[in-house]
């Protein structure tokens, strides 16, 4: 278990350009989790996945930002027409959902830096 | 989603208790109390959580009010590693979204 992994770590990119980023999840957890961080700031919230299954997505997200969990298993967070203000840490975490109980437990990845010029 | 409240930063000597409040008097029967902390530039790492009763692991003990309306996250021996943000959540069981504050900014001082 290599824990959460997400690619790229850190990533520059010019107003108006797509992004993409990937995360892959503890190996058979059912839940994944996407945050945004700026500095100061703590985790917000963006959205989430039951298996392929998305929950729900935060208000404050815009028609620019899309994810995705085909199989259920890695995820991608897609950015179009980037604008200076999507400069941030995007995080990802993943959480076992067993029996039926919450673990509570998120594990998170070390993030990806995105900073649009 | 219930709101958590924390005071902004607070100092601990190294060595002594840290003692970490929360407000959260919109809190409903269902929900969960959690903390997190986040060490400068890595990703939030899960310490306790808890419904009624009073809680501990080998990080921390989580007191939770009998009204559930506050907690107090206990780290017994601050050391200077435990210099991070920590983050209380509510968390309602059925919606399995966790929402940060902004957190408290905990400094252990040598």
């Known amino acids: 278990d290599t824990g959460v992994s997400q690619d790229p770590r850190h990533k520059i990119t010019k107003r108006g350009q797509n992004v993409t980023f990937r995360c892959d999840p503890i190996?058979?957890?059912?839940?994944l989790y996407w945050y945004r961080q700026t500095l100061g700031q703590g985790p917000e919230f963006l959205t989430y996945?039951?298996?392929?299954?998305?929950?729900?997505k935060s208000r404050l997200l815009s028609d620019r930002f899309s994810a995705e969990r085909p199989k259920g298993s890695f995820s991608t967070l897609e950015i179009q027409r980037t604008e200076q203000g999507d400069s941030a840490m995007y995080l990802c975490?993943?959480?076992?959902?067993?029996?039926?109980?919450?673990?509570?437990?998120?594990?998170f990845g070390e993030g990806s830096r995105l900073t649009v010029l | 989603d219930a709101k958590t409240t924390q005071p902004t930063s607070m100092d601990c000597a190294e060595g002594r208790a840290a003692n970490l409040p929360c407000n959260h008097s919109?809190?409903?029967?269902?929900?969960?109390v959690y903390w997190y902390r986040q060490i400068h530039s890595q990703g939030p790492q899960y310490i306790i959580h808890?419904?009624?009763n009073n809680e501990t692991n080998e990080m921390a003990s989580l007191i939770i009010t009998e009204d559930r309306k506050s907690s107090t996250l206990i780290l017994p021996h601050a050391t200077l590693r435990d210099t991070a943000v920590y983050y209380c959540?509510?968390?309602?069981?059925?919606?399995?979204?966790?929402?940060f504050g902004t957190g408290t900014r905990l400094k252990v001082l040598a």
């Open positions: 996945f039951q298996n392929e299954a998305q929950l729900e």
């Open positions: 190996s058979e957890h059912n839940r």
């Open positions: 959540i509510v968390l309602h069981s059925g919606t399995y979204k966790y929402i």
């Open positions: 975490a993943s959480s076992d959902r067993t029996g039926g109980k919450t673990t509570g437990e998120l594990f």
């Open positions: 808890g419904l009624k």
């Open positions: 919109t809190i409903s029967g269902n929900e969960y």
